[in-house]
């Protein structure tokens, strides 16, 4: 998976209300696991950075998640069953469905999250402007990935980041993805925030680039473990 970055040290007047790093994100290789960050400062940026590698876009792993004792439930059905009844492998949902997920992020173990994609809009390419990506999106065009995040577990899941979403294009490959610290108004992305105990709730979002007007983004993935491998990985179209 290939990956450019940049850094912006000014602040931007549309859309960007935090200046930080930015990175365009291309296919991964079933080997990355994004950390979570760790709690922030009251003067900190949301979001986790990106961390360019020679060999594309890695950062710590944040460790596998255990199934339940029990293993995946087969017959779970289309929505990802209650709490308990982890998706599995591969599974595919509608858009609008909810999974079970199993959920670890760095030094947060066992936790479990209710995740639904409940859309995927189609935004305008001079959304763009305000990241200064110039020829790289050239041609392209934004779609944003909207998802729910609730905690239906034990564990606390303050200042974690659900953020292995990706998009999907008619023919099932992956869209390119951007990755932006700070506030992005048109897709937000934001760490879980203090006290995200069981029930809480958050939505989220995602950046996805068809790679011209004729290509739409169609669908979406997550891929954070134990859903990373090829083809085990949760879609929704």
Known sequence: MSTISMRKSTLVAVGLAVAGTMALTG???GNEDPAAPSAPSSSAPTGAPASPSAGGYSEAPGGA?????????????????????????????????????????????????????????????????????????????????????????????????VSHIKGLLPDGSEAQGVSVIGKFEKCKEESLPKGFTNGQTQQECAIALAPSAQTKV????????PYMSKGKELSWK
């Open 27 to 29: 296919c991964k290789n």
């Open 65 to 161: 998640a255990s199934p339940s004792a029990g293993g995946y439930n087969e017959t779970s059905g289309g929505t990802g069953g209650a709490a308990g009844a982890a998706a599995k492998p591969g599974q595919t949902f509608k858009l609008g469905e909810t999974a079970t997920v199993p959920f670890d992020s760095g030094n947060t173990k066992g936790g479990t999250i209710a995740l639904t994609v409940t859309a995927v809009e189609q935004g305008n390419p001079a959304d763009l402007a305000p990241l200064n990506l110039g020829d790289r999106v050239k041609g392209m065009v934004p779609y944003y990935v909207r998802y729910t995040v609730k905690n239906v577990g034990t564990v606390d899941l303050s200042f974690t980041s």
């Open 218 to 225: 169609t669908g979406a993935q997550y891929w954070n473990n």
